[in-house]
């Protein structure tokens, strides 16, 4: 009679199991036919509601000055980019970075295996308590202190050596970076030449930055959680098994769970990428204002515009404000949704998979002893339940984490994005493809009338640059700027050495534009120029550029030490450089060749242009490009400078309007300003002659119109005609 009930109750247990796993699907079933056509409606409208519901200023994210005009996502691009990006960080296969990268992985490996044996120990921790057996309860405990010496140890060499690997990857890209920057004057045509990195410094410093601690962060945050899920399950189903209970049931509701999940954050998650590109736009906006600040403060005193450059200040931080309060009020909503499902809808979803395993399983059910007793599974059950639970907590942490890194891999794709587009900019640069937005302030009947005088596109570059010994030929080199604009269709010189070169002309005629040419900082963009190597020439502007360090770096900058001490040269014969320019003093008032200074502060406007042609002297160059390099200079100190220029074989172009300086000269460029130019040899004395009376003829009809008012006044007084209107009409 017992035999047959044994085999009554197993077939109701089999029946039982049977319905509980038909109603498994049948709701699993039911899931899916309700969620999925709110979910795909959902993904249908969330494209637009993106392109047309984000803030209108998010818009214009990366549009400025020819940036990034599509945004960051995860897709094939964003995969490229991260590929290419990634030969740079592991330029080789055995490198430092991949060496803390295989470290880091073991470390990540270990703390899965510590999280799995650490919940089956609090599992027989909990079940020696149900047992009542305080002596196993000890050693269990002093077994779950000891294994905490390593599991503390492994999680701060993860946290370790992600801070080390997000180093690595940084430094690694940082000295990419400044080696391409630093490279045939990249760094002055990125910001003067092309027009698609607004703030380069942001590019170099903050986005470098993010990005290196995005990657090593999402690596830690994704390769864990991945290996925790495939353990964690694998331990999971085979305890299940192993106890007769069928792991069909809950790792379907796992499935289901996590796949819906996954469905609805996706459909429910803002474009953080776009979101987080543009608010790094506008942070280094904002940094630049501030510097430009800064660098002109002086200016802005003068003319107290502070009102005005806080009121800009206050718009770029209103509208970085505008950006983060964007961007917290999408994740207000999103972390809310993320959370409902994470945390209530798993932990229900976990405690029904943990629970069906154990009062189904065989393993667990209360048997009889031999002796007719009930054996009462409890401990068992109980030490199952913990280990199971303990387990499920840290796979459905390991989903979640996987989870919501979608959102990081979204933040990663801008930063991303930032730092291809800065590489891709400064290998187009060194190429000498420019992309530059037209600016020009002509208007429409002025494009009309002159449309040569612009070109609309990509300028191409034709022209071909040779380097020679000695000589600077121009064959119709025209001067272009960087916008398109047409300065000088086509220019032919020669100047050859010995002569000395003045170049006049009114303001935006080209002179500056053609030292800039022949500098080899802008391209030659038709005809062929020929010119000494850049180490033969030297250029010096208006407002010299003062480096940090000390006195003697001022001197023979941009050279150091070491190069000066293999030209054979000694503070000595510095000193004898600034007794050409009357800078001899300054060795003595600043402390000696050693005093480190802000030297452009200290100096005056005089004595910084004097440093600039002080350093003329140290380089002796072929030619000397000197553009109004001494305007703030006395006129007996600026003849012998030029004078001391001539006689050490240095070949003078200078722009200046003085005429004091022309007779230092043998030849003359003068530019019209219309796009027509003159070359020939300088006649200083007619020139001069011309010049005084020039001013001397309008200083007499200076006061013409003055007169001839007074005279209008006196005929309507006196009711007379004049004489000299008179005989005007007559004429």
Known sequence: ????????????????????????????????????????????????????????????LLNHAGQLKTSPAVNAEFFRQILELGRILFPRLVSRELGLLSLHSVALISRTFLSIYVASLDGKIVKTIVEKEPRKFILQLIRWLLIAIPATFVNSAIRYLECKLALAFRTRLVDHAYRTYFTDQTYYKVSNMDGRLANPDQSLTEDVMMFSQSVAHLYSNLTKPILDVMLTSYTLIQTARSRGASASGPTLLAGLVVFATAKVLRACSPKFGKLVAEEAHRKGYLRYVHSRIIANAEEIAFYRGHKVEMRQLQKCYRALAEQMNLILSKRLWYIMIEQFLMKYVWSGSGLVMVAVPIITATGFADNKTADGQTNVMVSERTEAFTTARNLLASGADAIERIMSSYKEVTELAG?????????????????????????????????????????????????????????????????????????????????????????????????????????????????????????HMFYIPQRPYMSMGSLRDQVIYPDSEE?????????KDLEGILDIVNLNHIVTREGGWDAELDWKDVLSGGEKQRMGMARMFYHKPQYALLDECTSAVSIDVEGKIFQAAKDAGISLLSITHRPSLWKYHTHLLQFDGEGGWRFEQLDTATRLSLTEEKQRLETQLAGIPEMQLRLNELCKILGDDSVLKSSLECA
């Open 1 to 60: 009679m017992s035999n047959i009930l044994d085999a009554a109750s197993k077939v109701k247990w089999e029946r039982a199991a049977a319905a509980k796993r038909a109603v498994l699907l049948a709701a699993a079933a039911y899931g899916i036919k309700t969620l999925y056509p709110v979910i795909c409606k959902q993904l249908r409208k969330n494209p637009r509601n993106h392109r047309g519901g984000e803030n209108g200023s998010a818009r214009s």
């Open 415 to 535: 930063y991303t994005a930032r730092v291809h587009n800065m590489f891709v900019v400064f290998e187009d640069v060194q190429k000498g493809v420019y992309k530059r937005a037209s600016v020009t302030t002509a208007t429409g009947s002025e494009k009309k009338s002159k449309p040569e005088m612009h070109i609309d596109g990509p300028l191409e570059i034709r022209g071909e640059v040779i380097d020679v010994e000695s000589g600077i030929v121009c064959e119709s080199v025209p001067i272009i700027t960087p916008n398109g604009d047409i300065v000088v269709s086509s220019l032919n010189l020669k100047v050859e050495e010995g002569m000395h070169l003045l170049i006049t002309g009114p303001n935006g005629c080209g002179k500056s534009s053609l030292f800039r040419i022949l500098s080899g900082l802008w391209p030659v963009y038709g005809g062929r120029l020929h010119k000494p190597p850049p180490q």
């Open 563 to 571: 190069d000066m001490a293999a030209r054979g040269l000694t503070d």
